[in-house]
């Protein structure tokens, strides 16, 4: 035997080995580490083209705990019961997903999302009933009385279907009903792709909603003793860490997410935010929640992980007399309106009158404001924001009435 025939077999044998690790290599990290036939079948045909069409979407769901655990493309993007379907490619795929897709493998937290003001009631502050089934108003009506059984709020017709589409649903549709029956959806806070906790964790992940003067919560906590140390050591933190198992060595420093939805050392972590809430803090005049007990000591066991007794009951003490001075100006302004309303000197649909916009700013920006403040530590939101605020509002309130009055000569 020649040695040629030899030394070829052995390059092309090489060559081929080569090729079927780059071929290997190039192949989604998903599908090289759980070769189930499935995962290569869904995962992989649709990573081929979408690869080449937007690799950042295969990009992101490589690195996320889906992909680690087998999750495949088609286990999302399959029609869940009530959906549209669209044929892909020899894929039957949905045409849009929603929380329906997501909940076959996490119904404990859709069910618990269900149960908070994150879904129905959001939806129902700008669009009232509309859109929501019975049932769906019956089950919601009784986690968060009167969240749902209500009419839109005005400033939706006032200032008409484009403001509304492009402003309040980007927000609010966090509990929209979908045409498959469910509601909502699950990545506001986890996004499409990457889908992790981490994420769900950045106070700038609930900031872009919960953000500007009626609900200034990323501006209260950015300037809080939480949100600066937050800013120095968070790449320090583990914000990845499994919210079964998230400690104070995880996360020595509280977000949002924290406070009011992680389960911190030992905790129950929920997906109902209005678990820990002890006051409608955002309506114009406070009251207690119907939970109130029970939901303050959810939260100050929170704070229990970080803080002594002490410190956390002079926090609620002190929030709790803003909540009370609040509720004083915005009464009192309210009887200035009721009194000029009694008078005649107010008539026609709300939001009408120049003074109507000074009582809404008066409660809507600065009585919130304060009171936010003093819960999540925000000094100058209590202060110029807020109690200053409020007294300009209440000044300029009662200036603004008297002229109506003199002229409509009722001095
Ligand atoms: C043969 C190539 C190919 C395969 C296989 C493929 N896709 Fe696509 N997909 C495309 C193309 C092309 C588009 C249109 C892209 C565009 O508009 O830029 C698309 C669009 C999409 C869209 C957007 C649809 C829309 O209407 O907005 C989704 C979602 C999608 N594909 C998911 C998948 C999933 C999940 C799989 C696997 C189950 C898959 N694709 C398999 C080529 C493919
Ligand atoms: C955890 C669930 C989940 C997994 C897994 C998943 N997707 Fe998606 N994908 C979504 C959601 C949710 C959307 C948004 C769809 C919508 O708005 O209707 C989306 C959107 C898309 C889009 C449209 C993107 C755009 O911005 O227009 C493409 C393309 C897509 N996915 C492809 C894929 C591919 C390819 C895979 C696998 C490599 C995959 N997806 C895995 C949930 C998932
Ligand atoms: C086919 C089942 C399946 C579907 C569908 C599914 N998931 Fe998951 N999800 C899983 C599994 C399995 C894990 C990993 C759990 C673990 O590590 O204990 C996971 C983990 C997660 C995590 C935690 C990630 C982390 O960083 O640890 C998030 C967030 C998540 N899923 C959100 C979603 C969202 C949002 C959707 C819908 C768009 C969705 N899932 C659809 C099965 C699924
Ligand atoms: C897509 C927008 C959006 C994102 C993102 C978002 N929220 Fe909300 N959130 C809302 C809306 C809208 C409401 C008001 C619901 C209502 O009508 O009462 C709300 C209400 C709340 C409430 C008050 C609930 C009650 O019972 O009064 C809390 C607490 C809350 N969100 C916490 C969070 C946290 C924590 C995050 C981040 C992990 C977050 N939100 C992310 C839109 C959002
Ligand atoms: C930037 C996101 C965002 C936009 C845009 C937005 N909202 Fe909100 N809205 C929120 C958040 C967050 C809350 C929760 C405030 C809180 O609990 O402190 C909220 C609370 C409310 C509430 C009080 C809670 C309730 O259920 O009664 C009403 C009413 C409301 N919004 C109506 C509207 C209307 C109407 C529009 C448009 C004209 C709108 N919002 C635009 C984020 C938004
Ligand atoms: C308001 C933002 C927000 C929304 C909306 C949201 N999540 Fe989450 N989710 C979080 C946060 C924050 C965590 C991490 C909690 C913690 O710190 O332990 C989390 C954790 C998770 C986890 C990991 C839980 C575990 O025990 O490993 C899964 C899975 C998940 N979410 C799925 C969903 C699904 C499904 C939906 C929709 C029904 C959803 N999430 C809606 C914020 C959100
Ligand atoms: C240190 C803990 C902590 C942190 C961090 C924190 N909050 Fe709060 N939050 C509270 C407390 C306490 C209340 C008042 C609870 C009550 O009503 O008893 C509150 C109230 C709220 C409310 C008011 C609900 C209503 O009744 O109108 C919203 C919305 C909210 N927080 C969202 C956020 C968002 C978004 C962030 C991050 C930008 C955040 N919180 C950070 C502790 C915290
Ligand atoms: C995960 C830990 C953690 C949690 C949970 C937490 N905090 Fe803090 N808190 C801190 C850290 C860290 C500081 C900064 C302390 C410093 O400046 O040295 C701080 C500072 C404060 C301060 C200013 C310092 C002081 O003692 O006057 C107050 C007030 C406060 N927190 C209240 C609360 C309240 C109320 C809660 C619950 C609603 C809470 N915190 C939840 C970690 C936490």
């Excluded at 859109?131 to 008409?160: C, D, H, M, W």
């Excluded at 009171?371 to 007294?391: S, T």
Aim: charged share 20%; with cysteine; glycine share 8%.
């Amino acid at each position: 035997m020649s040695f040629r025939p030899v030394f070829i077999a052995v390059v092309v044998a090489f060559g081929l080995i080569v090729a079927a690790f780059l071929i290997h290599h190039a192949r989604p990290k998903a599908e090289v580490e759980q070769p189930s036939s499935a995962l290569v079948e869904a995962s992989g045909k649709c990573a081929e083209c979408h690869a080449r069409l937007q690799y950042a979407v295969v990009h992101e769901y490589e690195m996320s705990a889906h992909a680690k655990k087998g999750v495949t493309c088609l286990d999302c993007h399959q029609p869940a019961p009530g959906q549209q379907k669209m044929e892909h490619h020899g894929f039957t795929l949905s045409t849009h997903l929603t929380a329906g897709n997501c909940r076959a493998c996490h119904e404990g937290i859709y069910q618990q999302f269900l149960e908070s003001r994150h879904a129905a009631s959001a939806w129902a502050a700008i669009h009232g009933t509309q859109g929501l089934s019975p049932e769906q108003i019956a089950f919601s009506e009784k986690y968060e009385p009167g969240g749902v059984n209500r009419p839109a709020n005005p400033l939706t017709a006032l200032e008409g279907a484009a403001a509304v589409t492009g402003g309040c649903e980007q927000c609010h549709a966090i509990g929209k009903p979908n045409e498959d029956g469910t509601l909502g959806t699950c990545t506001d806070c986890h996004s499409r792709h990457a889908d992790s906790v981490a994420l769900s964790r950045m106070p700038s992940t609930c900031g872009q909603c919960h953000m500007g003067p009626d609900h200034s919560q990323i501006e209260i906590y950015t300037q809080s003793k939480h949100g600066v140390q937050f800013a120095a050591f968070h790449n320090q933190l583990n914000l990845a860490a499994n919210p079964e198992r998230l400690s104070t060595r995880d996360m020595w420093i509280p977000t949002c997410a924290t406070c009011h939805m992680s389960g911190l050392s030992g905790l129950k972590v929920t997906h109902n935010v209005s678990e820990r809430l002890s006051w409608y803090l955002a309506a114009p005049v406070s009251t207690k929640r119907p939970d109130y007990v029970e939901a303050q000591e959810n939260m100050k066991e929170v704070c229990s992980q970080c803080h002594t007794r002490a410190t956390i009951d002079r926090v609620y003490q002190q929030a709790e007399q803003q909540v009370a001075v609040t509720n004083d100006r915005v009464l009192a302004a309210q009887a200035i309106l009721n009194g000029l309303q009694k008078d005649g000197l107010l008539t026609g649909p709300p939001l009408t009158h120049a003074i109507d916009f000074t009582y809404f700013n008066l409660w809507h920006y600065d009585g919130r404001t304060s009171k936010h403040g003093a819960f999540m530590g925000g000094a100058d939101f209590v202060q110029w924001h807020g109690n200053y605020a409020l007294l300009q509002g209440t000044v300029e309130l009662q200036h603004e009435a008297e002229e109506l009055r003199r002229e409509h000569g009722r001095k």
